[in-house]
């Protein structure tokens, strides 16, 4: 939770105060959606096994300098171990040349994989899940955040972790990070299968708020 200092008699304040917010006013501000911190769902989406790709391509990309994702209950249809990926629009026009650098660690005791290093300074997407089994309890879930995307002048960064269950029943973390390294405003962003095919998940893009909003 925030915890910050404002001024006193500030003609806009939302909440009166000294100048110094109690943990209850910071509470309250969230609540209303004024507060550093606070997250403005932009859009939700579900992600099929007819669904090829999903888009989102109306992020508020002016309003916000930080983005966050959340993928829920991701479960392989018929094969095993399908991670998804990640790719940028920059003006309306999907980024898909080897150009984004991606670094991501997977940990888990499945065997060979105890350490798994993925990293690559020219890739088509950026990938950072290892991908979940197919059998029931297997589902796979985690979170992303996006940095910059809507600045010209900066490269567009993102940063996530996952966790989930192989087809062994085995659990597995996943976390790492990518940038587009072009500077660039980035107004969409791609959610893609590898090959395969997912049984469905969902996905929710947010903004978050880093100022106090009067």
Not at 39 to 57: H, K, M, P
Request: hydrophobic share 30%; proline share 1%.
């Amino acid at each position: 939770m925030p915890f910050g200092y404002i001024g006193q008699n500030q003609t806009k304040q939302q909440v009166k105060n000294s100048g110094v917010l109690s943990s209850f006013d910071i509470s309250l501000l969230e609540k209303q959606g004024h507060a550093g911190g606070s997250l403005d769902l932009i859009e939700e989406q579900t992600y099929s096994s007819t669904v090829a790709v999903v888009d989102f391509t109306s992020i508020k990309e002016s309003e916000y300098d930080v983005h966050y994702m959340t993928l829920s209950n991701m479960k392989t249809a018929s094969d095993n171990h399908e991670p998804c990926n990640f790719q940028f629009y920059e003006g309306g026009t999907l980024e898909t040349a080897s150009v984004y650098q991606i670094a991501g660690l997977n940990n888990s005791t499945i065997s060979g994989l105890g350490n798994y290093e993925r990293k690559s300074t020219g890739d088509s997407k950026i990938n950072l899940n290892f991908g979940a089994g197919n059998t029931g309890g297997e589902q796979e879930n985690g979170y992303v955040y996006f940095y910059n995307l809507g600045n010209s002048s900066k490269y567009s960064f993102m940063t996530g972790q996952f966790l989930g269950l192989n087809n062994d029943g085995k659990i597995y973390t996943s976390f790492g990070g990518g940038v587009l390294p072009q500077a660039s405003v980035v107004d969409g962003i791609r959610v893609k299968k590898n090959s395969g095919d997912y049984a469905g998940f969902n996905i929710k893009l947010y903004g978050v708020k880093q100022i106090w909003v009067t």
